[in-house]
C-alpha cells in the first residue's frame, strides 16, 4: 500500500486570492487531500499540485464571471470550479449539478462545513433538470467533456444572452474549431478563448466562452424549454 501524498502549504498567492475565505480554502484542500482521496473524487498523485492546478487554476475563472449572476457548475465532481469560486465571490448563486451520489453526498458536507449559503447541490444530469432548475446567467466546466459534446448538456441550462465558461488545457483552440457547428445549432453566437490568472498560476488558466442569443439550446430545444415552463406554471397553481 503506497503512503499517502502529503498536501503542501497553501502558497502565497491563495492567501491573496481567497482573502477572507483563506481558512476555508485551506480545510477544502484538506477535504480534498484526505476524503477526496479516500472516496475515489481524486487521485491521490494530483495532492502536491492541489492549489496550483486545482484550487488556483479554478479560482481564477472568477475573473471572466460577471458580478451577481446565477452560476451552474456543470459535472461538478469535487467540486471543482464550483466551490473555489464560491469561495472567492459571494456574490454569486451558485449551484453545483452532479450526478453520482457520492460526490453530492461529499458536496454537501463541503458547503455545510464552509458555511457556502449562497451554494445549491443538486444531483442529477444536466439533461434532465432542464425545467427543474432556473435557467441561470452562466454555466461553468471542468475536465467534464470535450466541448461539443459539454456545450449540448450546459448551453440549455443558459437563459438567453447567457454564456458558458469551459476551463480547458492545450486542446482548446482545437476543440472550439471542431465544435463551431455544433455550438452553432446550440444558439451560440459568440466564442472566444480567454487566458485568465495572470499572477496567480502558470500556465495560465484557459477558458473558453460560449456566448448564445436568445434561444439557447437552440431549435431543438425551444419546444422543450417552453413545455418545461408550461409545467411548472401548472404545478404552482396547483
Same mark, same amino acid.
Given at each position: ?108 458536507? *463541503?458547503? !455545510? ?6 451554494? &445549491? $447541490? #443538486? +444531483?442529477?444530469?444536466?439533461? %434532465?433538470?432542464? /425545467? ?63 487566458? *485568465?490568472? !495572470? ?6 488558466? &484557459? $477558458? #473558453? +466562452?460560449?456566448?448564445?442569443? %436568445?434561444?439557447? /439550446? ?21
Amino acid at each position: 500500500m503506497t503512503e499517502a501524498a502529503e498536501l503542501p502549504p497553501a502558497p502565497e498567492q491563495a492567501r491573496e486570492v481567497f482573502g477572507e475565505r483563506f481558512a476555508d480554502a485551506v480545510r477544502y484542500a484538506e477535504l480534498l487531500a484526505e476524503a477526496g482521496v479516500q472516496r475515489g473524487l481524486i487521485g491521490p498523485r494530483e495532492v502536491p499540485r492541489l492549489w496550483e492546478r486545482h484550487l488556483l487554476n479554478c479560482a481564477v475563472l472568477s475573473e471572466v464571471v460577471p458580478e451577481g449572476v446565477t452560476v451552474c457548475d456543470v459535472g461538478s465532481g469535487a467540486g471543482l470550479p464550483g466551490i473555489p469560486l464560491a469561495l472567492v465571490r459571494e456574490d454569486l448563486k451558485i449551484t453545483l449539478l452532479e450526478p453520482l451520489l457520492r460526490r453530492t453526498n461529499f458536496l454537501t458536507e *463541503v458547503v !455545510e462545513l464552509l458555511g457556502l449559503d449562497h451554494v &445549491t $447541490v #443538486v +444531483r442529477g444530469r444536466a439533461e %434532465e433538470v432542464m /425545467g427543474k432548475i432556473t435557467p441561470v446567467h452562466v454555466v461553468t466546466a471542468r475536465a467534464v467533456a470535450p466541448l461539443d459534446r459539454l456545450a449540448t448538456w450546459g448551453i440549455p441550462l443558459l437563459r438567453p444572452y447567457g454564456e458558458m465558461l469551459a476551463l480547458k488545457g492545450d486542446t482548446a483552440e482545437e476543440e472550439l474549431k471542431s465544435a463551431a457547428t455544433a455550438l452553432t445549432k446550440l444558439g451560440a453566437v459568440e466564442t472566444s478563448i480567454v487566458q *485568465v490568472g !495572470e499572477g496567480v498560476v502558470d500556465p495560465l488558466s &484557459t $477558458v #473558453v +466562452r460560449v456566448e448564445v442569443g %436568445e434561444s439557447p /439550446g437552440g431549435v431543438r430545444f425551444a419546444a422543450k424549454r417552453a413545455k418545461a415552463a408550461r409545467t411548472g406554471r401548472a404545478r404552482r397553481r396547483r
